[in-house]
């Protein structure tokens, strides 16, 4: 069983910027595509980025630019490094293992997740 922990989220002003981090157990953790997703009030479980196993990344077009996904093999650890924070940023952000090659932008494809870290964006 793979258990995923977020941290890093809290309350920002617009144009602010935040680093969140997912610590995951397992040995596997190299062998995972990593993902991020958010949830708003009121709205359905959006993808936000992923990350493969070698590296590769994609980013939603509405955070495109603005945030940076990353991985620390060594730590068992994704990031989620967030810049020009808005408004509608303002989600609870969620952090998924899949246990696949490539990369995977749909909620379906990940096999484990986080419990989720809130970030409120003021403006």
């Known amino acids: 069983q793979v258990q995923l922990v977020e941290s890093g989220g809290g309350l920002v002003q617009a144009g602010g910027s935040l680093r969140l981090s997912c610590a995951t157990s397992?040995?596997?953790?190299?062998?995972?595509?990593m993902g991020w997703f958010r949830r708003a009030p009121g709205k359905e479980r959006e993808f936000v980025a992923t990350i493969g196993r070698t590296g590769g990344m994609t980013y939603a077009t509405s955070v495109k630019g603005r945030f940076t996904i990353s991985r620390d093999n060594t730590k068992n650890t994704v990031y989620l490094q967030m810049t020009s924070l808005k408004p509608e940023d303002t989600a609870d952000y969620l952090c998924?293992?899949?246990?696949?090659?490539?990369?995977?932008?749909?909620?379906?494809?990940?096999?484990?997740w986080g419990q989720g870290t809130q970030v409120t964006v003021s403006s």
């Open positions: 397992g040995r596997t953790f190299s062998t995972y595509t």
């Open positions: 998924a293992a899949a246990v696949r090659f490539g990369l995977a932008v749909d909620a379906n494809q990940y096999e484990y």
